[in-house]
């Protein structure tokens, strides 16, 4: 089998890899029919996490089941599936309180950039469609994999509510569909920050209400402006900088809240600061396995359009060409067909 590896900054290899088989009575192999690169690989890419060993790249996946261990309930070969960039058990207390990515048992998944995957934690972690969906619903229903699931997530956290204004922090993928999330959750006024031609139209189209183009201080003032000097009401923070989560910070009115899923790179917050904005936060990796019932079923009935964010698609064997495409940012997102 061929799959995606990562040797080092910049070097991306389609190459042969070991065929995935189950490990332990809890796996499952599917066979993917679409796979996709995310913001996050582009931190290895760059060199900005350290790569040590090969990596296996790969994290936002759906399918078919091939094979399913002994133990594995929930799942059958033959069925198709989208599961959590987060594995996990779907029994644990966090898992229970609604942080699957908090799992006892948490593992993340990896080598989906692949014809095949090994899914470990199935029946936690796979949810099955009741038919095969039609080919046209696939990368929408790969989106809730992560991208949308994360982008709901920071909407969730940032408790968007009928009527709120919500600032939405960073126009990459997840940012987009932040925007979707806060529509779809009833708010009144979304307000995207962005720069790019591209992006701001994709945003306005996933609802956004106004695009502020200004960053850092200027940034802020104008979101000052458009809200009678009070703030946001919700902030989704989709960066993961220093600056994006202090724009953030400065956004939110008091006593509102900041969903944050950006990873952080370099953040530093000043205990002082945050005490006197009087803001709620909530972030983290996004416990997508909580939202991908309800984000699929969105998909399958047609009511959202996520795939959308995904602007340049490639045959997995050009893998290589998509990382190029991100990290140059000529492809808001890549979607790789096996
Ligand atoms: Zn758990």
């Not at 993340?108 to 899914?119: C, D, N, P």
């Not at 809730?144 to 709901?152: A, C, Q, R």
């Not at 979304?190 to 502020?212: C, V």
Request: proline share 6%; with cysteine.
């Amino acid at each position: 089998m061929l799959g995606t590896m990562l040797h080092g900054p910049g070097d991306v290899r389609f190459e042969a890899r070991p065929e995935p088989e189950i490990l332990e009575p809890t796996d499952a192999i599917i066979q993917l029919s679409a796979s996709c690169i995310c913001g996050s690989d582009l931190w290895p890419y760059r060199g900005l996490n350290a790569v040590g060993e090969p990596m296996a790249m790969g994290h936002e996946y759906c399918g078919v089941v091939l094979e399913v261990g002994s133990a594995v309930k929930t799942v059958k070969p033959g069925q198709f599936v989208v599961g959590s960039f987060c594995l996990s058990d779907n029994t644990c207390p966090h898992c229970q309180y609604g942080f699957q990515s908090s799992c006892e048992q948490r593992e993340f998944m990896s080598g989906a950039q692949a014809a095949l995957a090994r899914v470990p934690l199935a029946d936690g972690t796979l949810v099955a469609t009741a038919e095969m969906p039609p080919d046209d619903l696939i990368p929408s229903l790969l989106a809730t994999s992560d991208v949308l699931g994360t982008g709901w997530y920071a909407a969730d956290a940032a408790r968007v509510r009928p009527g709120a204004t919500v600032v939405v922090v960073g126009d990459g993928a997840v940012g987009l569909m932040g925007v979707l999330a806060a529509k779809q959750m009833g708010a009144e006024r979304i307000i995207a920050m962005s720069r790019h031609k591209t992006r701001q139209a994709l945003a306005l189209e996933y609802g956004a209400t106004d695009i502020i183009s200004e960053r850092g201080e200027a940034g802020v003032a104008r979101i000052k402006e458009l809200t009678r000097g009070v703030g946001a009401d919700s902030v989704l923070e989709c960066v993961g900088t220093g600056e994006s989560m202090q724009q953030a910070i400065s956004a939110t009115r008091p006593g509102g809240m900041i969903g944050y899923v950006g990873v952080p790179h370099g953040v530093q917050l000043e205990g002082q600061s945050l005490f006197f904005s009087q803001t709620g936060m909530l972030g983290g990796p996004a416990p997508v396995r909580r939202f991908l019932p309800h984000l699929m079923d969105l998909v399958l009935q047609r009511k959202i359009n996520p795939g959308k964010v995904f602007d340049l698609e490639l045959p997995l064997a050009d893998v290589a060409e998509g990382y190029r495409a991100m990290d140059e940012r000529r492809a808001i997102k890549v979607l790789l067909r096996p």
